[in-house]
T-cell receptor
Framework: AQSVTQLGSHVSVSEGALVLLRCNYS??????LFWYVQYPNQGLQLLLK??????LVKGINGFEAEFKKSETSFHLTKPSAHMSDAAEYFC??????????????FGTGTRLQVTL | DAGVTQSPTHLIKTRGQQVTLRCSPK?????VSWYQQALGQGPQFIFQ???????QRGNFPDRFSGHQFPNYSSELNVNALLLGESTLYLC?????????????FGSGTRLTVV
């Protein structure tokens, strides 16, 4: 079974500061990895994903994440936080072996607060 | 291009009643999944439909059932509603032949059980 751990249910940063949201996974095989963002009263929007190839992936809104197999991690970063980044962020994993019938397993989320 | 459309956006039901939630996938997508998201939690997988069949199911009771239609739209049905099932229900779609695709989510249906 796969699982995701997001360290820190709440993270607060100043505007312009580095954003670092942590995600560690447990899986018997290297999974597909995703970061989603959820704004209040909205659904989930895909920020970025890692499936194969380059381990450093860039997403929308200036976010990027690096897949580190040895650390079973997929941490999300952004060099400079903006007020509009305040939202809930979810890390998710997916088994690459099961093709179309492949659920996403989510972490419990990290709420990012950006202060002036 | 419309994304994933869910209806209704909000509804209120009485404990013990039955409810049907609807989802239209993004154009070009043929796989639909349903998730339940409790407050302060990540979405939990309910089930997935592909080619009008349930392909995978999460840890939810049989009171949760679904259907997929030939146009790929889907319904989630819940019988004998419990108060604890007051929460957000999300639909997600993907192209079935692209296993590395990230799902596209709808904005959800917020269900209140009183």
């Amino acid at each position: 079974a796969q699982s995701v751990t997001q360290l820190g249910s709440h993270v607060s940063v100043s505007e312009g500061a580095l954003v670092l949201l942590r995600c560690n996974y447990s899986s018997s095989v290297p999974p597909y990895l995703f970061w989603y963002v959820q704004y209040p009263n909205q659904g989930l929007q895909l920020l970025l994903k890692y499936t194969t190839g380059a381990t450093l992936v860039k997403g929308i809104n200036g976010f990027e994440a690096e897949f580190k197999k040895s650390e079973t991690s997929f941490h999300l970063t952004k060099p400079s936080a903006h007020m509009s980044d305040a939202a809930e962020y979810f890390c998710a994993v997916r088994d690459p072996r099961t093709g179309t019938a492949s659920k996403l397993t989510f972490g419990t989320g990290t709420r990012l607060q950006v202060t002036l | 291009d419309a994304g994933v459309t869910q209806s209704p956006t909000h509804l209120i039901k009485t404990r013990g009643q039955q409810v049907t939630l609807r989802c239209s996938p993004k154009s070009g997508h043929d796989t639909v999944s349903w998730y339940q998201q409790a407050l302060g939690q990540g979405p939990q997988f309910i089930f997935q439909y592909y080619e009008e069949e349930e392909r995978q199911r999460g840890n939810f009771p049989d009171r949760f059932s679904g259907h997929q239609f030939p146009n790929y739209s889907s319904e989630l049905n819940v019988n004998a509603l419990l108060l604890g099932e007051s929460t957000l229900y999300l639909c997600a779609s993907s192209p079935g032949d692209r296993g590395n695709y990230g799902y596209t989510f709808g904005s959800g249906t917020r269900l209140t059980v009183v």
